[in-house]
């Protein structure tokens, strides 16, 4: 029996995707360890990094043990428990004055960030909903139904507010429904929607979000203010040029100039300490697993397992696509982490959580051989 269970899991295990994935997350723990250097307490980080990563692989390979398809008979359990965090962050959570918006629940030095696990939450309930109505999506009915499944999570994480998040949701709901075959129509009508409630959106916006929209297109208006995070990211990286400037030689990195460094802003120092090589090596990493999680969807034996791979592609290839961009001025500051590489234990553990999701699929895919 034992010889039988290891072959299965020999056959069926994506070694790539877990090699990937520890290449990825040993560069991050890495870089962590030399964005905190200068800290008196800098092992503390690393540490924490180190256990949240170990709890990460052991919650993957606990997702990836359970049947994907009870996950999908769960549902509505999922959904109403995200419902469920993001109120309860509203009555209880922390962070409205360190950033803005009340996102974080704190347990004495233990900071956990609820919206991070209700992304995951989303990938399965969404999945399963589209599934339900795939052979009638594009009645309008349906996609009005769906569309709701959207618009409850957005409320709420309006209310926080955090529109960084808002738009991570909403770029996994317009690629999931793309995936599932949602004609271009609907996306016109989004798009006129959108254009017509942009200005209106405006106004609703906390001052510190206009700030760092109008920043966006000119930095220098603020360069001690909002625009100072993205003209120091932008001068680390340039500064690093091809090769970098080595390991731990990053004078953006340790004397402190770098805001954020270990967190929203650890591409910039990537690309200080290992240039255009190392920032190149970071993101074709990154991309290699979202693209790894396509061909797992692809080659899915139901079109929910299909979807959910979908879905959390999508969450990965936004965050990627936003810390980078943000990092080298192409995207607004909205603080979202580099995932697998920026410290933060609910980001490791959420992105694992994710991926044991991803390997699940995969270990009951039809036969594939890359």
């Given amino acids: 029996m034992f010889k039988t269970l290891f072959h299965n899991f020999t056959r069926n295990f994506d070694f790539l995707l877990f090699s990937l994935l520890v290449a990825i997350t040993t560069i991050g ?21 180190v256990i949240a990563l170990v709890i990460g692989i052991c919650l993957m390979f606990l ?5 994907y398809e009870i996950y999908k008979s ?24 360190e ?7 704190r347990f004495g030095p233990i900071g956990f960030q609820p919206a991070e696990l209700v992304k995951i939450g989303f990938a399965i309930t969404l999945a ?24 409850v999570i957005l409320f709420l994480i309006a209310l926080q507010p955090d529109m960084g998040t808002g738009l991570v949701f909403c770029f996994m709901f317009i690629i999931m429904l793309y995936i599932a075959g949602l004609s271009y129509k609907y996306y016109a009508i989004g798009a006129g929607v959108f254009a017509v409630m942009l200005p209106i959106t405006w106004y609703f916006l906390q001052p510190y979000q206009k700030n760092r929209i109008l920043v966006f297109f000119n930095p220098e208006s603020d360069p001690l203010g909002s625009g100072y995070h993205v003209m120091q990211s932008k001068l680390a990286i340039g500064s690093g040029e091809m090769l970098g400037k080595g390991y731990l030689n990053g004078p953006q990195t340790q004397i402190g100039i770098l805001p954020a460094k270990h967190t929203d802003f650890i591409y910039a ?22 693209i790894r999680c396509v061909f797992i969807a692809k080659n899915a034996k139901t079109d929910f397992g299909t979807l959910v791979c ?3 592609a999508a969450m990965f290839l936004f965050h990627t696509f ?12 909205t603080g979202i982490p580099l995932p697998f590489v920026s410290y933060g234990g609910t980001s490791i553990l959420t992105n694992f959580i994710a991926m044991g999701l991803v390997m699940n699929v995969r270990y009951r895919c039809r036969v594939i051989n890359f």
């Fill in 128 to 151: 399963r909903h589209i599934d339900k109505l795939k052979d009638d999506i594009n009645s309008f009915s349906n996609v009005c139904k769906l569309g709701l499944h959207l618009a």
């Fill in 99 to 105: 950033a803005g918006g009340k996102s974080w629940f």
């Fill in 322 to 333: 936003e810390n980078i961009g943000m990092c080298i001025g192409l995207m607004p500051v």
């Fill in 63 to 67: 997702v990836m043990s359970i049947d």
């Fill in 310 to 312: 979908i879905g959390i």
């Fill in 74 to 97: 769960l549902w509505k359990y999922i959904f109403g428990f995200n419902i469920l965090l993001l109120v309860a962050v509203l009555l209880f959570g922390t962070g409205l004055e």
């Fill in 269 to 290: 120092v990537i690309g200080e300490e290992f240039g255009l090589i190392g920032c190149i090596i970071v993101a074709l990493l990154l991309f290699a697993i979202i």
């Fill in 29 to 49: 723990i890495v870089e962590v360890y030399s964005a905190t250097y200068s800290y008196e307490d800098n092992l503390k980080f690393v540490i924490i990094q």
